[in-house]
């Protein structure tokens, strides 16, 4: 268990550093997150009344679509350099590789979503401060990365991995965004908190299920 431990923390920490230094995937993760808030702010301008229902939706299309590219390219980098061969002759298991990679994507997703919500709050004038978001954030994060890492892996054998990326990964992923659209909503209105009660735990099954069913997918997609 702690060379399991180890192993998925070193792919952990050689991910994050990778991207620390090259900043290509926060950069353009993080730069489309923003531009598709500004064109929504200026397309719609919601009234105060319509802010808590249309707010919701625009915050995580603009997390969903952007965190996109980075999970694209979870894989690529390793495909393109030829590290990935060496990465699975390395005497660990493939689950640790997984939990690695998908750890890494959602703390660099969970960066991104720290330095947009600002500047969506400041645009859609809502508060800077909303606690209920944060559970909320961390839930649908994890799901979008659990998910991204495993059909990423998939999408990196094909050609148009770009093309190929949404399509297997939106369908699958619809639940987990309902989810947080609803919650947040809840989140940034105020009011009717019970409903908390019922999405989170929703929100905690789906991920729970996913983070069981996506290691076993991964190694069977690696080996092939």
Known sequence: MKNWFRAAMAIFWKDIL???????????ILIFSILVIVIFNFAISPTPKMIGFVAPGILWVAFILGGMFGL?????????????KGLLLAPV???AIFYGKMAAMFTLMMVV???VFPVFAVL???SLWIPWLIPVAALTTLGIAT???VFSAIAMNTRAREIMFPLLFLPVAIPTIIAAVETSGVAIRGVELAEMSRWIPFMGAIDAVFLVICPVAFNLI???
């Open 18 to 28: 990778l991207e620390t230094r090259t900043k290509d995937m926060l950069l353009a």
């Open 147 to 149: 998910i991204g890492t």
């Open 124 to 126: 859609f004038n809502l």
């Open 113 to 115: 979503e720290v330095i």
């Open 72 to 84: 694209t390219r979870s894989f690529g980098l390793e495909r393109e350099g030829g590290a990935l």
């Open 222 to 224: 690696i080996e092939d």
């Open 93 to 95: 298991g493939r689950d």
